[in-house]
Each structure stands twice: as structure tokens, then as C-alpha cells.
């Protein structure tokens, strides 16, 4: 299983970023997909995950801010983060899980400066 996540950077608080996840490897489709983030200092936590049956969930945190997405055809998964904030700063990291085994992305960091 491989995870490529990628599309992080600087950016003003309250502007816009979306991260990208490239999933293979595995029968896509079949697949849950999270992306989760980890800030300095801090536990690595779930912000939003979306189902095979493209169900979403998200953190508090980000609710009604960051939208999870998938593109089936392109076995691709999407975080678009809007109105972001100081305290989205973290390393961002998608994550699936594959006969038992956690399988992470290798991290794209994000940084919102005030």
C-alpha cells in the first residue's frame, strides 16, 4: 500500500489550501480513507475521514471549515481547507487501513501564519 499526500504550505490565516493524497496499491473503492494531522508537541489527530460509500465525518475543529473528497477514478483523496487558522499549523498525513495494518502517507506540512 503506498500513500502520497502533497499540496501543504504557507498561508495566511483565513485563506484556503486543499491537500491531495495519491492511494495505491490497494482496491480503492473498497477503502476508507482519514486524513489526520499532528502539530508540534502535540498527538496526531483525526480531522475528517471519508467512507467507501463516500460518507464523511470530521473534527469539531474543522467542521463547516475543511471538506474531505474522493475521486474514485483517480484513487485519490481530497482535503480542502478553507479559513484557516493558527492553530490549523500541523504536518498533515492520510491514512488507511489494509488487513489490520495502519498505512500512512509520508506528510505534507501546513503552516497558517496570524
Known amino acids: 500500500v503506498q500513500l502520497q499526500a502533497f499540496g501543504g504550505g504557507l498561508v495566511q490565516s483565513g485563506g484556503s489550501l486543499r491537500l491531495s493524497c495519491a492511494v495505491s496499491?490497494?482496491?480503492?473503492?473498497?477503502?476508507?480513507i482519514d486524513w489526520y494531522r499532528q502539530a508540534p508537541g502535540r498527538q496526531r489527530e483525526l480531522v475528517a475521514s471519508?467512507?467507501?460509500?463516500?460518507?464523511?465525518n470530521y473534527a469539531d475543529a474543522v467542521q463547516g471549515r475543511f471538506q474531505i473528497f474522493r475521486d474514485n477514478a483517480q484513487d485519490m483523496v481530497y482535503l480542502q481547507m478553507s479559513n484557516l487558522k493558527p492553530e490549523d499549523t500541523a504536518d498533515y498525513y492520510c491514512?488507511?487501513?489494509?488487513?489490520?495494518?495502519?498505512?500512512w502517507g509520508q506528510g505534507t506540512q501546513v503552516t497558517v501564519s496570524s
Open positions: 491514512h488507511v487501513i489494509h488487513r489490520a495494518q495502519h498505512f
Open positions: 471519508i467512507t467507501s460509500s463516500f460518507n464523511t
Open positions: 496499491r490497494i482496491m480503492f473503492t473498497h477503502y476508507d
